[in-house]
C-alpha cells in the first residue's frame, strides 16, 4: 500500500510520536478490508510506539481507531485514507502521539473549554481536495477535547449511509445524529457553531485591533500578494478572509504557474499562508465583509465593517476574487448538495455509474466532463451556445469518449427531483423552441464565476456584473481604495495575473500613503 516514497515519509515523521498508540482495526471479508490490513502492518511496523490490533468492534467495516493507549484520546477512520486524506492519516497518528497541534493557543484553549458532548461524522471521497480541512479540524479537535468525537468516513465504500443521508456533495458533516453542514469547514468556523461565546469573543477582538496603514480584504492570491508586498516596505498591514487561498482551495491541478510545472489547490494555498506568515501581516480568518465605508477626508481612514465588528485603515485592497456562478433557475438551489454540485473532483465519486449533466462547455466544463466520464456511467454535456469555447484539444478528447453526449444550443429551464434529490434536467432547444427532459441523478454547474461585490454597493463602483472598476494602478473610484484579482475588471482571471495585480494594488496603495498626510490620533 504504501510505495517507497511514502514509506520514507511516514518513518521520518513517527520519530515525533511521544505517546504509545494503538491502530485498532475492525475488518470484513470484503478485498478492500485486506488492503486496510495491509497499510495498518506496514504502518506499525515503523515504529515501536505503534502497534496494531485487529479486534476492533465499529459497526462500520472496514475501519480502524488511533488512539493513545490507556486513554479516551483518539481519532477514526472509516475505509483507507490515501488519496487527499494520506495527509490526514499522518497528522492524525501525530497528534494522537502526542505531537503539538499546528493551531494558535487560543484556539486550543477554545476547544479544550468546550461543554458537551460532540460526535461528528465526515463524510469525504479520496478525491476531494476541500475535505481533508474539514478532516483534520475535527481530528485535532477531538485530540483536544475526548469529549469531541470523530470519524472520517470514506463515501464510496459505505454506499448505503450515503444513499441513507442522500449525500450528493462531500464534505458533509454530521454531529450527533442530524447534518450538521456541508463543505469546506475550518477549526475556526466549526467553533463558531457549537461555541455559543465565539461569536462575541471574535467581535471583540476585531474591534480592539489598532487602525491598519494598509487592510487587504481577501486572501486569495491577490490578497496575499498585496499583503506581502506592503508587509516588506514595512507598513503595518493586516489581511482579513474567510478562507486562505480563496478559489484556488477549489483548484485540483495548476500546471500554468509559471516556476511551477505542476501543484494542486490546496497545496498552492498552503504555501501561500506559509509566505505571508514569514512577514509582520496580521492575518485574520473567518469573518466576512459587509460593508465598506469610504473615509470623509483625504488620507482619512477607511471602515471596514463585519457585521458588529469594524476594522479601519488609511488604504485598503479590495481582493475578494470570485464563486461559482449559478444558472438561476427553478429547483437549483432546492437540489444544491441533494444533486446539484459544483466541483466534479470532490463530488464525482458520488455519482459513481450513474447519469450526470454537466453545465457549460468552455473549459472548465470540458475538463469536468472528461474526468467525470472515467467515473459516472454517462455525462451530457449542455452548453447555451451553438458552439463549445474549450480549447480545441480538450473539445476532441470529449467527443472521442464513448459515455458522452454534447448538446448544444440548449438553454437550461429547471432542475427536476423527487423532494429528496436530482431525478433530471429540463432545457430548450433554442433552434426550435421544444421543450425537452433529461433523466439523471446529478448536476455540474460548470458555468464561470461572479465577483464577491455585493458587499461594496454605493461604495465604489461596480460594473453591470459586479466587478470592482480600477485602473492599470489597481485604483477604484475611492482616493486609497485598490483593488485586484478576479473581483475587479482586470481581464484574464489567473492566479498569475491575479498575483500581480496583487503586487500593483499594494504598491499603489504605498503610493497613496506616501503622497497623503496620516490623520491625528484623534480622528481615527
Not at 1 to 16: G, H
Not at 268 to 278: I, R, T, W
Not at 372 to 389: C, K, S, Y
Not at 457 to 478: I, N, Q, W, Y
Request: include cysteine; aromatic fraction near 6%.
Amino acid at each position: 500500500m504504501l510505495d517507497a516514497a511514502m514509506t520514507t515519509q511516514v518513518t521520518s515523521l513517527l520519530v515525533n510520536v511521544k505517546e504509545p498508540i494503538e491502530l485498532v482495526a475492525s475488518l470484513d471479508d470484503r478485498p478492500k478490508a485486506d488492503d486496510l490490513r495491509q497499510l495498518l502492518e506496514e504502518i506499525a511496523a515503523l515504529s515501536d510506539k505503534v502497534s496494531l490490533r485487529t479486534d476492533g468492534t465499529s459497526s462500520r467495516r472496514p475501519s480502524f481507531r488511533i488512539e493513545r493507549t490507556g486513554t479516551d484520546v483518539g481519532v477514526e477512520f472509516a475505509g483507507i485514507p490515501l488519496g487527499h486524506e494520506f495527509t490526514s492519516l499522518v497528522l492524525a497518528l501525530l497528534q494522537v502521539g502526542g505531537h503539538p497541534i499546528k493551531e494558535d493557543a487560543e484556539t486550543i484553549e477554545q476547544v479544550a473549554a468546550i461543554d458537551g458532548d460532540f460526535e461528528f461524522v465526515t463524510y469525504m471521497s479520496l478525491s476531494c481536495q476541500n475535505c481533508p480541512t474539514v478532516v483534520q479540524a475535527l481530528n485535532a479537535m477531538s485530540v483536544i477535547n475526548p469529549r469531541i468525537r470523530h470519524t472520517a468516513v470514506e463515501g464510496s465504500l459505505f454506499q448505503d449511509e450515503i444513499e441513507e443521508h442522500g449525500i450528493k456533495a462531500v464534505p458533509t458533516v454530521y454531529v450527533n445524529g442530524e447534518l450538521f453542514d456541508s463543505g469546506r469547514m475550518t477549526m475556526s468556523d466549526i467553533l463558531g457553531r457549537i461555541d455559543s461565546g465565539a461569536a462575541d469573543r471574535a467581535t471583540e477582538k476585531l474591534n480592539g485591533k489598532e487602525p491598519y496603514e494598509v487592510l487587504v480584504v481577501g486572501s486569495g492570491p491577490a490578497g496575499a500578494a498585496a499583503s506581502i508586498y506592503t508587509a516588506r516596505k514595512g507598513i503595518r498591514t493586516g489581511l482579513v478572509g474567510e478562507r486562505f487561498g480563496g478559489q484556488v482551495l477549489d483548484t485540483m491541478a495548476i500546471e500554468n504557474f509559471v516556476s511551477v510545472s505542476y501543484t494542486e489547490g490546496p497545496r498552492f494555498a498552503d504555501s501561500l499562508k506559509e509566505h505571508v506568515g514569514q512577514y509582520d501581516v496580521d492575518v485574520v480568518t473567518g469573518p466576512a465583509a459587509t460593508e465598506l465605508v469610504p473615509a470623509d477626508t483625504e488620507g482619512g481612514y477607511h471602515t471596514v465593517r463585519f457585521g458588529g465588528a469594524e476594522l479601519q485603515a488609511r488604504s485598503v485592497v479590495l481582493a475578494t476574487g470570485a464563486r461559482w456562478r449559478h444558472m438561476g433557475v427553478p429547483g437549483e438551489e432546492e437540489y444544491r448538495n441533494k444533486g446539484v454540485t459544483f466541483c466534479p473532483h470532490c463530488d464525482g465519486p458520488l455519482f459513481k455509474g450513474k447519469r450526470i449533466a454537466v453545465i457549460g462547455g468552455g473549459n472548465s466544463g470540458v475538463e469536468a466532463a472528461i474526468d467525470l466520464a472515467g467515473v459516472v456511467g454517462h455525462v451530457t454535456l449542455i452548453e447555451f451556445l451553438d458552439e463549445m469555447r474549450a480549447d480545441q484539444v480538450l473539445q476532441d478528447k470529449l467527443r472521442s469518449l464513448p459515455n458522452v453526449d454534447v448538446i448544444l444550443s440548449a438553454r437550461t429551464t429547471e432542475v427536476v427531483g423527487d423532494g429528496k434529490q436530482v431525478t433530471g434536467l429540463r432545457y430548450e432547444d433554442r433552434a426550435s423552441g421544444e421543450a425537452r427532459e433529461l433523466q439523471l441523478e446529478g448536476i455540474f454547474v460548470q458555468i464561470g464565476l461572479l465577483p464577491n461585490t455585493e458587499w461594496l454597493k454605493g461604495a465604489v463602483e461596480l460594473t453591470d456584473r459586479g466587478e470592482v472598476v480600477v485602473d492599470a494602478m489597481g485604483r477604484t473610484s475611492v482616493p486609497g481604495v485598490l483593488g485586484a484579482g478576479d473581483c475587479t475588471t482586470v481581464p484574464y482571471k489567473q492566479i498569475v495575473v491575479a498575483q500581480g495585480a496583487g503586487a500593483t494594488a499594494a504598491l499603489s496603495a504605498f503610493d497613496h500613503l506616501i503622497r497623503t498626510s496620516a490623520p491625528s490620533p484623534a480622528m481615527a
